[in-house]
Each structure stands twice: as structure tokens, then as C-alpha cells.
């Protein structure tokens, strides 16, 4: 079957740092993608991985380990405008662009 | 302008209803998709599309059917609207040859009463 787990929520102060989990077992395994959504809006994109190890982007980065099923996303220097959903999703092993998302994790980040 | 768009943002209709909702993009991608998105739960695929002869279903594809006119246009329509089918429309696009991360257009919110 295909599974992919991430909290339902999480909180943080502002200027703080936040690792949002991800794990997942699908069938085949061809890249992970973080997406952040602000309620109402589309999703946009973060980050991808498909080898192990971190990306970093900006005050993002992501970690993915594909023998454990795990990624995180890391955020640093929280800022309000962070508080939205962040969706983890999965591309299987087909030849096809199909993803499987997670629930996705509302972040709420305080003053 | 936006790449990826929808109409229309926002339809309340009612049950047994038919409505379309319609995806443009200018992105040039071939490949596009309909999910929907209910509180609570992630986004889920309804239908997609590789080129102009491809149709797909997902993983929801009950009570909805899909038209790929052109390249740039992707069609969602429910034959006769039922309330449980009230949730958030996205039309996506991707590129096989960029890492492949997909496109959302704005959402269009239906109800059905």
C-alpha cells in the first residue's frame, strides 16, 4: 500500500528553528517533495530530493533517507509569514510525474 | 499573468447538477492533473493527462469524467453533483524533463448543495 505520515500540527516561535517529519512507504520510490500552502491558496514548491542527504535552500532545507522512508523539512529563523501547511509528498517508481501526498502539517508560528 | 489558472475561483451549485471546471496554462507542460482537496486530508487525484490522447484515472475518479481539448487545456466535469463532492479543485501541470515537481493553478472551491 501506499502510506505517507507527517504530524497534524505543530507550533514555534518566531526566530526559532521547526523539523517537520516525513515518513512514508509507497510502492517504488523516485523523489519526495515539500510543498508549503497557505490556507485557501495552491500549493507551491520547497524542495525535492531523490538522493540521500540535505538540500538547503535559503532558511529551508531538507533531509531525505531513502533506506529508513524518512525526510524532514528544517525551517530556521521562523518568521509569521511561515505559518501555513507544509505537504509532504512522494513520486513512485512508474514512469509517470504521479504524486502521493501526505495529510500535510499546519505550522502555526507565534510572536 | 498567471501560468496556471482556473475557472471559475469559486460555484455553488446543486445536487444533481452538472458542472465543468475548466484548467489553461501557459507553461508549455504536457502532462496536467485534477486533484481535490477535503479538510483534513491531502490532496487526492482525480485524473491526468500526458498528452492530448492520454487520459488517466487516479485515485478518485468516480463521479467525474475529464476532457484534454489541447495541449494547454484540461477539463473537470461532474455528470450530476452530489454534496460529498464540496471540496477545493487544483489543476496541476509538470515537465518530464525539469525535476519534475508539479504546478498548481489557484483552486477553485465548489459546493454542493
Known amino acids: 500500500g501506499q502510506n505517507i505520515d507527517q504530524p497534524t500540527e505543530m507550533t514555534a516561535t518566531e526566530g526559532a528553528i521547526v523539523q517537520i517529519n516525513c515518513t512514508y512507504q509507497?510502492?517504488?520510490?523516485?523523489?519526495l517533495f515539500w510543498y508549503q500552502q497557505h490556507a485557501g491558496e495552491a500549493p507551491t514548491f520547497l524542495s525535492y530530493?531523490?538522493?540521500?542527504g540535505l538540500e538547503e535552500k535559503g532558511r529551508f532545507s531538507s533531509f531525505l533517507s531513502r533506506s529508513k522512508g524518512y525526510s524532514y523539512l528544517l525551517l530556521k529563523e521562523l518568521q509569521m509569514k511561515d505559518s501555513a501547511s507544509y505537504l509532504c509528498a512522494v513520486r513512485g517508481g512508474d514512469n509517470t510525474d504521479k504524486l502521493i501526498f501526505g495529510t500535510g502539517t499546519r505550522l502555526q508560528v507565534f510572536p | 499573468d498567471a501560468d496556471v489558472t482556473q475557472t471559475p475561483r469559486n460555484r455553488i451549485t446543486k445536487t444533481g447538477k452538472r458542472i465543468m471546471l475548466e484548467c489553461s496554462q501557459t507553461?508549455?507542460?504536457?502532462?496536467m492533473y485534477w486533484y481535490r482537496q477535503d479538510p483534513g486530508l491531502g490532496l487526492q487525484l482525480i485524473y491526468y493527462?500526458?498528452?492530448?490522447?492520454?487520459?488517466n484515472k487516479g485515485e478518485i475518479s468516480d463521479g467525474y469524467s475529464v476532457s484534454r481539448q489541447a495541449q494547454a487545456k484540461f477539463s473537470l466535469s461532474l455528470e450530476s453533483a452530489i454534496p460529498n463532492q464540496t471540496a477545493l479543485y487544483f489543476c496541476a501541470t509538470s515537465d518530464p524533463r525539469t525535476p519534475s515537481t508539479q504546478y498548481f493553478g489557484p483552486g477553485t472551491r465548489l459546493t454542493v448543495l
Open positions: 530530493n531523490v538522493l540521500d
Open positions: 507553461k508549455g507542460h504536457d502532462r
Open positions: 509507497t510502492s517504488g520510490f523516485n523523489g
Open positions: 493527462s500526458f498528452d492530448v490522447k492520454d487520459i
